[in-house]
């Protein structure tokens, strides 16, 4: 078995640790995930190591130091660090020319040729699901005879193997967390709108929504919803309560947990005898019946993606959801006393000027406990790039612009009618008019007055806030 590094490279000042992925530029607060698709390939392989870097506070040359004693290092990698991750993989191959290094991610799997051959420095890609994948080269199998690996053949050849079938029993993976708890530190993950310390979990992987921007379902989940066992979910829940007393909240990062209601209620149920704080990324259309038997069994947040208050905008994006449906799902959560943190897209097909002023008047009516403004971002891989490319809304085979080289997010796509620049500073004029409000005011100072920590954690937010406001409208 090979000595294997799992790796976070350290990133771009300021940005940070994203869903699976770094995000895609500096958060307005800044915040940090679990860095689970790296965690899981790293439960396979005994003697293993996963480092994050960004999380740590690494630098690169303490990151470089680190992964030369490594046989093997495998780098999470995505569209807006790509470069920066490639030349970390060179420098470290100019320090030991034997490494094996390889890359993981939406980014090598959609694009595994012009991957390999962007560096030299970069022996594989792993495309699809690479759990397994990563053991097999770990565990010295010839490339030849790994599916899902494109690799640098001893000629200099790019070659593409069959690829890797879905892992159909996903029980048969090994849980997380006891590798959060041997590699990681808990204290440095922290999202705004989730209690503190907290970790996420999948309990499943793939996404039945057809959302034509969303990344991982077309890229390497799918779109059919392979889940664990409500035992074995509820197990490592267990697990996490047992083993890691610090943990507060558990956030099951499923891209829609929701999906399959009777699951949903069952796993509610086993957390509630638990006893464990929790929360889930859901979709707006859960049933008033169902959120009550999660909120009565430790539910405590819903994340929720809300796009856009258009309903034709909710159409050409293929939601699957009307604002109708959305405004009484944030009744029933209002009544019951869920929270919500509810994400919002602008620039997305059919935007315009009219259509972003009815957004901001439609978050303000369902007003979430707290928001994400993001611009549109046509990712390699996914149906919104495709159709950029095909209607001249960006040009093809070009460099995606994703942020601008202070990490500030950019909007990568414009229209006749609406300029890159005009999407640009409409998101700080939507989060203005969301969060100056004297009502929205109050509630943040209510919450402050709650606790001391809580008071110390939204004014540290506040500082944050005004300063990613500031550099936005720079």
């Not at 000595?3 to 995000?23: E, I």
């Not at 892992?167 to 989730?194: H, Q, S, T, W």
Request: glycine content about 6%.
């Amino acid at each position: 078995m090979k000595k294997t590094l799992f790796l976070q490279a350290p990133s771009f000042d300021g940005f940070d640790g994203g869903a699976g992925s770094r995000y895609q530029a500096k958060r307005e607060i800044r915040s940090f995930w679990y860095p689970t698709w790296l965690a899981q390939p790293a439960a396979l392989i005994p003697g293993s190591r996963v480092v994050d870097a960004p999380a740590d506070g690494m630098s690169v040359e303490a990151a470089l130091d680190l992964a030369q004693q490594y046989d093997l290092v495998i780098i999470h990698t995505s569209t807006p660090s790509f470069p920066s991750d490639a030349l970390f993989a060179e420098h470290l191959k100019q320090r030991d020319p034997a490494i094996l290094i390889g890359m993981v991610g939406a980014k090598v799997a959609v694009d595994p040729h012009n991957s390999l051959g962007a560096s030299d420095a970069i022996d594989f890609v792993c495309r699809e699901e690479f759990d397994y994948t990563c053991l097999e080269i770990a565990q010295g199998h010839p490339f030849c005879d790994i599916k899902g690996l494109s690799y640098r053949s001893p000629d200099g050849s790019i070659e593409h193997n069959e690829a890797r079938p879905i892992i159909e029993n996903m029980d048969e993976l090994p849980f997380v967390a006891p590798v959060y708890k041997r590699d990681l530190k808990v204290e440095n993950y922290f999202i705004g709108y989730l209690n503190y310390p907290y970790v996420s979990i999948y309990t499943g992987r793939g996404c039945r929504s057809r959302c034509t921007f969303c990344l991982w379902p077309q890229t390497v989940g799918g779109h059919r919803y392979r889940v664990r066992s409500v035992e074995n979910v509820l197990e490592e829940v267990n697990w996490i309560r047992d083993n890691m007393p610090e943990v507060k909240e558990i956030m099951f990062d499923d891209d829609t947990f929701t999906d399959f209601k009777p699951r949903v209620e069952e796993i509610a149920r086993g957390l509630g005898k638990l006893g464990v704080t929790w929360s889930c990324n859901a979709k707006a259309n859960v049933p008033y019946s169902t959120l009550k038997i999660m909120k009565e069994n430790g539910l405590r947040l819903l994340l929720v993606g809300y796009e856009s208050g258009d309903d034709q905008i909710l159409l050409n994006i293929k939601k699957g959801l009307r604002t109708d449906i959305a405004r009484r799902f944030a009744d029933d959560c209002r009544k019951l006393g869920i929270k919500v943190h509810g994400t919002f897209i602008l620039g997305l097909p059919g935007e315009t000027k009219e259509t972003i002023e009815k957004t901001i008047q439609y978050a303000k009516e369902i007003n979430p406990h707290t928001i994400q403004v993001s611009l549109a971002a046509p990712y390699p891989g996914t149906a919104l790039y495709r159709q950029a490319v095909e209607n001249g809304w960006m040009e093809e085979n070009k460099t995606v612009n994703l942020v601008s080289k202070e990490g500030v997010q950019l909007a990568a796509i414009g229209y006749p009618h609406l300029s890159r620049e005009d999407i640009y500073h409409e998101l700080e004029r939507f989060y203005k008019r969301f969060y100056f409000r004297p009502s929205k005011i109050w509630e943040i100072v209510r919450e402050m007055l709650t606790s001391r920590d809580m008071m110390k954690r939204r004014l540290r937010e506040g500082v944050e806030f005004f300063r990613f406001l500031r550099a936005h409208e720079a």
